[in-house]
């Protein structure tokens, strides 16, 4: 079991930057993925940015160069800085933590963070 919390949403111009955190209740070195959602009212939910247990990261293609996740493995958080932010980046903005196990693998969500970027 792995309880997430996000924190760090709010409403910000276009331009602008947000940092998210997301605050792990196990060792990130017991997750094999923290992983950042988003999803937009009537929409898929879609992967922005991950973070392996090794280091290794990925994000998407059109948040490359504005975004960035990094860890803190002492605190148990991720974060997503969030630069040059556009108003297509407005979302409720999700955790998530997949553990491996014999069988496959386990996904864990937080509540979501709103960002809302006006124009």
């Known amino acids: 079991q792995v309880q997430l919390v996000e924190s760090g949403g709010g409403l910000v111009q276009a331009g602008g930057s947000l940092r998210l955190s997301c605050v792990a209740s196990a060792s990130l070195f017991s997750i094999n993925d923290m992983v950042w959602y988003r999803q937009a009212p009537g929409n898929e939910r879609e992967l922005v940015a991950g973070i392996a247990r090794g280091g290794y990261t990925n994000y998407a293609d059109y948040v490359k160069g504005r975004f960035t996740i990094s860890r803190d493995n002492a605190k148990n958080t991720v974060y997503l800085q969030m630069n040059s932010l556009k108003p297509e980046d407005t979302a409720v903005y999700y955790c998530?933590?997949?553990?491996?196990?014999?069988?496959?693998?386990?996904?864990?969500w937080g509540q979501g963070t709103q960002v809302t970027v006006s124009s």
């Open positions: 998530n933590a997949r553990r491996a196990y014999s069988g496959g693998s386990l996904n864990y």
